[in-house]
Structure formats: structure tokens, C-alpha cells
């Protein structure tokens, strides 16, 4: 079965510098997401991604976030200048549709790591 | 805004025995999507079972079964014949189009 996968499956980087979180969507998937889940917490959404565009982004995803298809398989988070509390577990999801009906599931990778020192 | 509130930050059951975990949202929409999504320690987001809110017939999937009720808001994950393999957070999230929005999490413990 097709699955979403996301490298690194941990990321220590000191703060201050720049990270880049890499996903490889499903094959046929068009709509791509970013949450993360600080420990302990709740899954938030940052941003979702359709055609090369930002299709929605949340409060959390401000200009040290960026995201990008650089070509056609992976998906990518770049944060900018990591904070502390940039500390949290990222995933990626991809769906074939933007959710017009609930069998436009979306599926999640297994989370990136991300720890900043 | 769309808000989703689960109330029990853990749950415990025994083996073979049958567990309820709430939900409760809050939205102005009437076309909107329920999920459950299980979250075991390898912190991988896995999909338990899904909801239209059209539809009045509460999903059911082997041992897991939901109980819809639209006006109430509220969404309830029933799972019957508890194994080991279910211990895990259960998130509930709501979705109209594109993103989901998770509840805070239910920590479920399974004893033997």
C-alpha cells in the first residue's frame, strides 16, 4: 500500500539555523499539509499546499516558514532561523482530493523529529 | 471557528472489555467530515474510522464503531473486545475542506 514518507526521522539543530523537513507525498496525491505536534499536545495545522501554491496557512506558519515542491515527488518545510520552541514532531499529509468527501482521507507520514538546541 | 474538545486526557480499560472516548465540536457548518486517528508511541497518525455528517448511520469498522449525534456535536469512538494493540492517544478531528482540526487527545491504557 502506498505510504507517505519523511526524512530525517530526527532533526537536532541548533537555534538560529535553518532546517529543511523533506516528505514524499503519495504518488496520485495533489493536496499536501504540514501539522506538528509539540510534545504533549494537541496536532496543529500550518499549512496546506495545492498546484504550487498555498491553498491556507495558519497563524503558527509566519515568514520564517516556507514550503515547496521542487520537484514532482517531494514536499518541503523550511524554517528559516529555528527557534526553541520550533521543538516538535512535523508531519506531512497528502490526499487525492481537498476533502470533499470523507473518503479524501488525508495520510500522514511518520513525523519528523525536529529538536532545537 | 471550528473547535474540537475531548474531556478525558486518559482513559483506561480492561483486556477484552469495551471503552468509550467523547468528543465534542463545535462549527456553524452542515457539511463536515469526523475522523478518529490513533496515535501509538512511534507517534505515527493512524486512521481509526471516519464520519459523514450528512449521514445519519453511525460508521462502524470491526471493532470500532462511533456514536454520531449531529445536534448534540458530539462523537464518541466505541472500542469493543480492548486489545493491547489499542493502547495509544486517540485524537478526534474535524474537517469541512482541507485541513483537519484535532481535539487535545485521549491517552487510552489497556490492561491485561
Known amino acids: 500500500e502506498p505510504e507517505v514518507t519523511q526524512t530525517p526521522s530526527h532533526q537536532v539543530t541548533q537555534m538560529g539555523q535553518e532546517v529543511i523537513l523533506r516528505c514524499v507525498p503519495i504518488?496520485?496525491?495533489?493536496?499536501f499539509y504540514w501539522y506538528r505536534q509539540i510534545l504533549g499536545q494537541k496536532v496543529e495545522f500550518l499549512v496546506s499546499?495545492?498546484?504550487?501554491?498555498?491553498?491556507?496557512k495558519s497563524e503558527i506558519f509566519d515568514d520564517q516558514f516556507s514550503v515547496e515542491r521542487p520537484d514532482g515527488s517531494n514536499f518541503t518545510l523550511k524554517i528559516r532561523s529555528t527557534k526553541l520552541e520550533d521543538s516538535a514532531m512535523y508531519f506531512c499529509?497528502?490526499?487525492?482530493?481537498?476533502?470533499?468527501?470523507?473518503?479524501?482521507?488525508?495520510?500522514f507520514g511518520p513525523g519528523t523529529r525536529l529538536t532545537v538546541l | 471557528a471550528q473547535t474540537v474538545t475531548q474531556s478525558q486526557p486518559e482513559m483506561s480499560v480492561q483486556e477484552a472489555e469495551t471503552v468509550t472516548l467523547s468528543c465534542t465540536y463545535d462549527?456553524?457548518?452542515?457539511?463536515?467530515?469526523l475522523f478518529w486517528y490513533k496515535q501509538p508511541p512511534s507517534r505515527q497518525m493512524i486512521l481509526v474510522i471516519r464520519q459523514e455528517a450528512y449521514k445519519q448511520q453511525n460508521a462502524t469498522e470491526n471493532r470500532f464503531s462511533v456514536n454520531f449525534q449531529k445536534a448534540a456535536k458530539s462523537f464518541s469512538l466505541k472500542i469493543s473486545d480492548s486489545q493491547l494493540g489499542d493502547a495509544a492517544m486517540y485524537f478526534c478531528a474535524y474537517r469541512s475542506v482541507g485541513k483537519l482540526i484535532f481535539g487535545q487527545g485521549t491517552e487510552l491504557s489497556v490492561k491485561p
Open positions: 499529509a497528502s490526499s487525492k482530493n481537498p476533502g470533499t468527501s470523507a473518503t479524501d482521507t488525508q495520510y
Open positions: 462549527t456553524s457548518e452542515s457539511d463536515y467530515y
Open positions: 504518488s496520485n496525491h495533489l493536496y
Open positions: 499546499f495545492y498546484n504550487n501554491e498555498i491553498s491556507e
